[in-house]
């Protein structure tokens, strides 16, 4: 394929850069998906273990919806 110049006024993109950028969207995007799936296994075991021990539902909830926010948020 020929080169051709360009007279744009924007930045050429390297194939480096965007790669980089291509796998730091990735990246950020598998780790939220992996906080929420881990934090929604812990809140439904949490459930099952105040549903066997007699808690109340107002208990089952307040405790993990807590920690599910703040394990998502780190």
């Known amino acids: 394929m020929a080169h051709a110049t360009s007279s744009s006024p924007v930045k ?6 965007f790669l980089a950028d291509r796998l730091a969207f990735w990246d950020r995007f598998t780790g939220f998906t992996v906080k929420t799936t881990a934090a929604l296994i812990f809140f439904c075991a949490w459930l099952w273990w105040c549903s066997s021990t007699g808690f109340t539902f107002l208990h089952s909830i307040t405790l993990p919806v807590g920690v599910a926010i703040a394990f998502i948020a780190l």
């Open 12 to 17: 050429t993109v390297t194939a480096e850069a």
